[in-house]
Every structure is written in structure tokens, then in C-alpha cells.
């Protein structure tokens, strides 16, 4: 089993929509908690990063960290066909290291 | 733009082979992240190094090496190359030695296709 589930989708919603992405994980000791998004053929970037369990907006984005639940979940409202990504979770113990253990990704597409 | 590039863009080659990756951080960046994305396996931690000592490992084959010069510029060894290295690569920079807010950018990546 790996440490962080995500469905792959791929996930289809038409324009305007309110999309909701999510992970599951195993690893207790996971404290940062981080979206990146990914466009085709490029590298990832970071959208979003939550420290332990809580809500994080910004702009159309909405982070939300449950920890008890080792559940975390990204939220885009009035979604755009610029948003059509693969959108992958990510997290990391504290520490002094910068080891990311990522999700397998999930493949939005926003139809005009 | 990140910041972060890397080369080459693609590289195609043939099993038993090696091969090198080069990978340039942002400016004033420290740490340098290697990465492995495969359909299957999805996007892997390598290895890190901070301002040129290893910091941390993930499950890096040992026919993968990498290393971090005086001038914070990395490269990523790959020996006896099987069709299942067949990747994209990414390399990732940071300021810090990581945990967070330490936000790691990434290249825009290395193809490699084993035949």
C-alpha cells in the first residue's frame, strides 16, 4: 500500500464548477501538507501548502487538512479550462528535509 | 519559469548505457531535489543535497548516483540503464535545507527513453 492515495480520475467538470480533489494517507508523523499543479510537459508548482490540520484559502483555492481522518482535500470554485491540470498532493514529515512523498496525481479537465 | 533548468530536454538511449543529467537551482537556492515521474510509480523522491552534502535519500537505485558542486549545480548519474528507467526527471531547488514554508521549484524536467 503507499503512503499517499490519490485518485489518478481523470475528472471532467464543465466551466464554473466547484471541483474537489483529495488524498488519503497513512503516515502519521506527515505534518506539512502541500498541492502542486502540473501542466503538460512541464514541471509541477506549488498551488498550496497547509501546516497540520486546518483550512488554508486563497483565491478560487481552498486547502482543507483533517488529520484524524489522514484525509486532505482541495477545493476550486467557478472553475476555469485554464485550471485543466493534473493536480498532485503532497507531504512531508517536520524535519529538516525537504523529502516530498507525493500522491499518484489526479487529471482535471474544465470544459468550456 | 522557475528558475530552475535543466538539461538535456530529452535524451534517448540504449540499455546498459549512462547517462548524465545536469540540472542548474534558482539563484541563491541551496538545496537541489531529484525526482523521478513514471506513469506507473507517479512522481518519486530520489535524493536531496544541501549546498553540497546529501541531506536526504529516498529509494535511489544504486546504479543511480548524483552530486552537488561547489558551485551548486547538480547532476544525476544513471548506469546500466534497463527500459524501466524510461522517465521524466525532474530537479527541484529550494533556499533552505527544506521542511516548510520552504517551497521547492521545479525544472522543467529531462525525458529519458531507454531502447
Known amino acids: 500500500q503507499k503512503e499517499v492515495e490519490q485518485d489518478p480520475g481523470p475528472l471532467s467538470v464543465p466551466e464554473g464548477a466547484i471541483v474537489s480533489l483529495n488524498c488519503t494517507y497513512s503516515?502519521?508523523?506527515?505534518?506539512?501538507f502541500m498541492w502542486y499543479r502540473q501542466y503538460s510537459r512541464k514541471g509541477p508548482e506549488l498551488l498550496m501548502y497547509t501546516y497540520s490540520s486546518g483550512n488554508k484559502e486563497d483565491g478560487r483555492f481552498t486547502a482543507q487538512v483533517d488529520k484524524s481522518s489522514k484525509y486532505i482535500s482541495l477545493f476550486i470554485r467557478d472553475s476555469q479550462p485554464s485550471d485543466s491540470a493534473t493536480y498532485l498532493c503532497?507531504?512531508?514529515?517536520?524535519?529538516?528535509?525537504?523529502?516530498?512523498?507525493f500522491g499518484q496525481g489526479t487529471t482535471l479537465q474544465v470544459k468550456p | 519559469d522557475s528558475g530552475v533548468t535543466q538539461t538535456p530536454k530529452h535524451l534517448i538511449t540504449a540499455t546498459g548505457q549512462r547517462v548524465t543529467l545536469r540540472c542548474s537551482p534558482r539563484s541563491g537556492d541551496l538545496s537541489v531535489y531529484w525526482y523521478q515521474q513514471s506513469l506507473d510509480q507517479g512522481l518519486q523522491f530520489l535524493i536531496q543535497y544541501y549546498n553540497g552534502e546529501e541531506r536526504a535519500k529516498g529509494n535511489i537505485l544504486e546504479r543511480f548516483s548524483a552530486q552537488q558542486f561547489p558551485d551548486l549545480h547538480s547532476e544525476l548519474n544513471l548506469s546500466s540503464l534497463e527500459l524501466g528507467d524510461s522517465a521524466l526527471y525532474f530537479c527541484?531547488?529550494?533556499?533552505?535545507?527544506?521542511?516548510?514554508?520552504?517551497?521547492?521549484?521545479f525544472g522543467p524536467g529531462t525525458r529519458l527513453t531507454v531502447l
Open positions: 527541484a531547488s529550494s533556499v533552505a535545507s527544506g521542511g516548510a514554508p520552504d517551497t521547492q521549484y
Open positions: 503516515n502519521s508523523a506527515f505534518q506539512y
Open positions: 503532497a507531504m512531508t514529515p517536520s524535519g529538516n528535509t525537504g523529502k516530498l512523498i
